[in-house]
């Protein structure tokens, strides 16, 4: 399987990073299939190479979540509400609707 993720290079503390196609099996830092787009976390500045990244996703190359993130925000991928959201979500409702019925309680016994 492809993947798509972020290859690390730069000084130490200074890095920076290649949005690159590779294997799933492979390091994190070898040989990519194709590079795709580069990435600079402390500038905040991206590159992507649209037409490549569309043919890839196209191939059904999976990205990982930071690659996820940078694709959405670079208008690539729509934002996708993941399922792990949406539990969060619905847990921190059912405790504040236990809340709001506890306050209610302890009001009316006063």
Same mark, same amino acid.
């Given at each position: 399987?492809? #993947?798509?993720?972020? &290859?690390?290079? @730069?000084?130490? %503390?200074?890095?920076?990073?290649?949005?690159?196609?590779?294997?799933?099996?492979?390091? +994190?830092? @070898? %040989? /990519?299939?194709?590079?795709?787009?580069?990435?600079? /976390? %402390?500038?905040?500045?991206?590159?992507?190479?649209?037409?490549?990244? %569309?043919?890839?996703?196209? *191939?059904?190359? *999976? /990205?990982?979540?930071?690659? +996820?993130?940078?694709?959405? &925000?670079? @208008?690539?991928?729509?934002?996708?509400?993941? /399922?792990?959201?949406?539990? @969060? &979500?619905?847990? *921190?409702?059912?405790?504040?609707?236990? #809340?709001?019925?506890?306050?209610?309680?302890?009001?009316?016994?006063?």
């Amino acid at each position: 399987m492809i #993947k798509l993720r972020l &290859k690390r290079f @730069g000084k130490k %503390r200074e890095t920076s990073f290649r949005l690159v196609a590779c294997n799933s099996t492979s390091r +994190r830092d @070898g %040989r /990519p299939l194709q590079e795709l787009g580069f990435y600079n /976390p %402390r500038t905040k500045e991206t590159r992507l190479d649209t037409e490549a990244l %569309r043919t890839r996703l196209g *191939q059904g190359a *999976q /990205p990982t979540d930071a690659v +996820r993130t940078l694709l959405e &925000k670079g @208008g690539l991928l729509e934002k996708k509400v993941r /399922p792990a959201e949406v539990l @969060g &979500k619905q847990k *921190q409702e059912k405790e504040r609707s236990a #809340k709001k019925k506890d306050a209610a309680a302890s009001e009316t016994s006063e």
